[in-house]
């Protein structure tokens, strides 16, 4: 089962400072690697479209390998606080910058530059390695070595190749319920006002081939409340509530988030 999470734009809206609101956007990016997320999707909810450019621009930077930040993301003031973001350290990111460790089968992500009409790929060992797939020039890429140190030959992979996680995906939606009608495979909604989440309940899910999305409400409204009369026209969703009797007025989406995400996880077999 692949797990997907869904989250407003306007999560950020009880934080007044942007230091702050990127330090939010570091701790929500955190909870989505420690459990293995597959797609953040950010839908708009609320006026404040600001708010969800800087929380998509964000989750993509911290999910792109450090060596590479500097050529995708040019400087920007959205990333004006990027030194209080705490790194994911996901597979991804963990890799020697020493050739000699490099070894046949090894993936890494790189970007396709160009030299002298040639492509090549920067994997971040100071060492161009040739490149003969479709990746345009100045993207981003995933490779997997065929041969290591010294010849280096590579060959370009899908991220669904990857036996181990490689990180999330980040996709931006105009409303929560055109995903959540597009969405084919299992949702979750937490709510308050759900039934208290079960192991019974939560094996369907998790025992499942189909991929889950969660779906998260935002400081001002839940989720009940932001589909309005379109609640009743989801299909495939089950209304859960992960935190019964609260003694807190609010549970907050990071705390949510990280909460809910780990009584599913517990019941994960992989």
């Known amino acids: ?21 990127t330090r939010k956007i570091s701790v929500l990016a955190r909870a989505c690697a420690i459990f293995k997320i597959d797609i953040i999707y950010v839908y708009q909810e609320g006026n404040n479209k600001t708010d969800g450019g800087l929380m998509m621009m964000i989750l993509k ?26 790194p994911l350290r996901i597979p991804s990111h963990i890799t020697p910058a020493n050739p000699k460790k490099i ?33 345009s020039i100045g ?23 990857i036996p181990v996680y490689w990180g999330y995906n ?29 192991r019974e309940q939560l094996s369907k899910y998790t025992n499942s081939d189909q991929d889950t999305l969660v779906v998260f409400g935002s400081p001002e409204k839940g989720v009940h409340e932001i589909l309005g009369s379109k609640m009743k026209n989801v299909q ?23 909460g809910t995400l780990a009584i599913i996880n517990s019941q994960r077999s992989s």
Not at 236 to 258: C, D, Y
């Open 170 to 198: 980040v996709k931006e939606r105009a409303n929560l319920f055109s995903l959540l009608d597009e969405w084919k495979g299992n949702i979750i909604i937490t709510s308050r006002k759900g039934k208290t989440a079960t």
């Open 61 to 86: 930077y911290l999910e792109t390998p450090q060596f590479l930040r500097r050529r995708l993301f040019p400087k920007m003031n959205d990333l004006k606080f990027a030194g209080v973001l705490h």
């Open 1 to 21: 089962m692949k797990l997907s999470v869904a989250i407003p734009e306007s999560a950020l809206s009880d934080e007044s400072l942007k230091i702050d609101k």
């Open 236 to 258: 495939n969703a089950k209304v859960l509530n992960f935190f019964p009797n609260q003694a807190t007025e609010t549970v907050r989406l990071e705390e949510a988030l990280l």
């Open 103 to 135: 070894n046949r089968g090894d993936i890494r992500e790189g970007i396709v530059v160009s030299i002298k009409g040639k492509k090549f790929v920067d994997v971040g060992i100071n060492q161009l390695i040739q490149f003969f797939g479709k990746t």
């Open 139 to 161: 993207k981003r890429v995933t490779i997997q070595f065929k041969e290591g140190h010294p010849t280096f030959s590579i060959k370009e992979i899908e991220k669904n190749e």
